[in-house]
């Protein structure tokens, strides 16, 4: 399924955090499906519809990157979310060392190209923790960045997105991304840039997601 691993500019993802599958595909609807590039069933979306989210998701939008946001820590869920065909799934970076092997092997397995990302929670990882993780199978992780930073982007979070491109692995941003913060992150070389509120909230959804990937192309051409 993964054809886009090597694209010279972030994709957009768009993170579905609705309450249910009717709003997300409201959201979706008029235009923002065909402006996004990756499709995020977000586990605020997963919690209120459960798998059936990324069934209807996958059904209507079957040639879409997918990601089912579960932030997986233990091996079975995992494998219960490969059944249902995302591309990636999110396996959180404090899991035991058996969770994101398990779930890496299980979808190396399927033979269909899946992948696990895992997302950094509550602490930035070594270079040791990468090169495991790599070992694994995973060269995909999710830069989130730290709740207790606030305010816009700084050159503190583009510092440890350089160190972690650094390292191989493919790394998508996310935390409150909006327009204003593509600036600070320009040039990174980053796989794809998460968007949630910001897009999802907007008077016009789509009019924001192309606005945003107007100015990603604009930044990284």
């Known amino acids: 399924m993964v054809d886009a691993m090597n694209k010279p500019k972030p994709l957009l993802q768009i993170a579905l955090d609705n309450l249910s599958i009717e709003d997300a595909l409201r959201v979706l609807g008029g235009g923002l499906d065909e402006s996004v590039d990756i499709i995020e069933v977000g586990t605020l979306l997963l919690l209120g519809e459960g798998l059936r989210a990324v069934d209807i998701l996958r059904t209507i939008y079957p040639q879409k990157l997918l990601v089912a946001d579960f932030k997986c820590i233990a091996p079975h869920f995992g494998t219960e979310i490969l059944k249902h065909d995302p591309d ?91 327009f204003e913060d593509l600036d600070i992150l320009k040039g990174l070389p980053v796989f794809a840039i998460i968007c949630g509120r910001s897009v999802r909230n907007a008077p016009d959804p789509a009019a924001e997601a192309r606005r945003v990937k107007a100015k990603i192309d604009s930044l990284w051409n």
């Open 88 to 178: 990636f799934v999110t396996v959180l970076s404090g899991a035991e060392a058996q969770v994101p092997k398990l779930i890496s092997e299980e979808a190396l397995n399927r033979g269909k190209g899946q992948q696990v990302q895992i997302e950094l929670y509550n602490q930035f990882p070594s270079p040791q923790d990468v090169h495991a993780w790599q070992q694994m199978g995973i060269s995909h992780i999710i830069y989130s960045r730290p709740r207790s930073r606030k305010g816009n982007w700084n050159t503190e979070d583009t510092k440890e997105i350089h160190e972690l491109c650094e390292l191989g692995v493919s790394v998508t941003v996310t935390g409150g991304v909006t």
